[in-house]
């Protein structure tokens, strides 16, 4: 039997944490750095993956924005790209721009600090 894309993603036993794709360009640098800060501090199921699909490494597409219950860009050109599809749920900004290095301290903090703000905004 031949499973697809699809239904893998949403396989309920993945558990029940939110779900989190993190987006920024290629996927290499701001978004698996965001996807491992929020998975650490929040225990959120995150996957990685850029919007520019020339050189992406993992390319964003429909499987994956209905697999995320969050959808978080780092760019606001990203967030116009994707508001208007309606596979997307929740959508957030965090306004950081390409200029960071994997894993190094500024981003994390940064990400925290402008996910944080982000929440708050939502809940006010």
């Given at each position: 039997?031949?499973?697809?894309?699809?239904?893998?993603?949403?396989?309920?036993?993945?558990?029940?944490?939110?779900?989190?794709?993190?987006v920024?360009?290629?996927?290499?640098?701001?978004?698996?750095?965001?996807?491992?800060?929020?998975?650490?501090?929040?225990?959120?199921?995150?996957?990685?993956?850029?919007?520019?699909?020339e050189?992406?490494?993992?390319?964003?597409?429909?499987?994956?924005?209905?697999?995320?219950?969050?959808?978080?860009?780092?760019?606001?050109?990203?967030?116009?790209?994707?508001e208007?599809?309606?596979?997307?749920?929740?959508?957030?900004c965090?306004?950081?721009?390409?200029?960071?290095?994997?894993?190094?301290?500024?981003?994390?903090?940064?990400?925290?600090?402008?996910?944080?703000?982000e929440?708050?905004?939502?809940?006010?």
């Amino acid at each position: 039997m031949r499973i697809n894309r699809l239904y893998t993603c949403k396989n309920p036993h993945q558990g029940d944490a939110r779900k989190v794709l993190c987006v920024c360009s290629a996927g290499l640098l701001r978004s698996p750095t965001t996807a491992n800060v929020l998975h650490r501090t929040y225990g959120y199921n995150t996957r990685a993956a850029g919007l520019t699909k020339e050189y992406a490494l993992i390319p964003v597409d429909d499987v994956l924005l209905s697999w995320a219950d969050e959808v978080v860009v780092m760019e606001p050109w990203m967030y116009q790209e994707l508001e208007s599809n309606e596979v997307v749920k929740h959508l957030i900004c965090l306004n950081i721009p390409d200029q960071y290095p994997y894993m190094v301290q500024e981003l994390q903090d940064l990400i925290l600090e402008n996910y944080e703000k982000e929440k708050v905004k939502d809940n006010g």
